[in-house]
Nanobody, 121 residues
Framework: VQLQASGGGLVQAGGSLRLSCTAS????????MAWYRQAPGKQRDVVAS???????NYADSVKGRFTISIDNVKNTVYLQMNSLKPEDTAVYYC????????????????WGQGTQVTVSS
């Protein structure tokens, strides 16, 4: 499975971005997926996840601002990010295929290449 992430960029605080992660095959209907982020000097943490059944989960820091969604026709998972804050600045990665429950996603074997999001104050 190959994942191609895009959509990062530079935005002012309060702005919005939409990240995309397109897979090489039709996997989102059967696999769970997640978006992670890693800021300089920090560990990579899950930001949002979605199960094949449609359950979504978000880190407390992004609840109400970020939304994960999929387009099965386009084999793409999105992360809509609104009301961005400087602390959202990080490299964002999509990840697919991890084990999961309805409330927890565990890192899977497939990663996108990462896309930089920078939020200026």
């Amino acid at each position: 499975v190959q994942l191609q992430a895009s959509g990062g960029g530079l935005v002012q605080a309060g702005g919005s971005l939409r990240l995309s992660c397109t897979a090489s095959g039709s996997i989102f209907s059967r696999d769970a997926m997640a978006w992670y982020r890693q800021a300089p000097g920090k560990q990579r943490d899950v930001v949002a996840s979605r199960t094949p059944e449609g359950f979504t989960n978000y880190a407390d820091s992004v609840k109400g601002r970020f939304t994960i969604s999929i387009d099965n026709v386009k084999n793409t998972v999105y992360l809509q990010m609104n009301s961005l804050k400087p602390e959202d600045t990080a490299v964002y990665y999509c990840n697919v295929g991890g084990p999961y429950t309805s409330s927890i996603y565990y890192q899977g074997p497939y990663w996108g290449q990462g896309t930089q999001v920078t939020v200026s104050s």
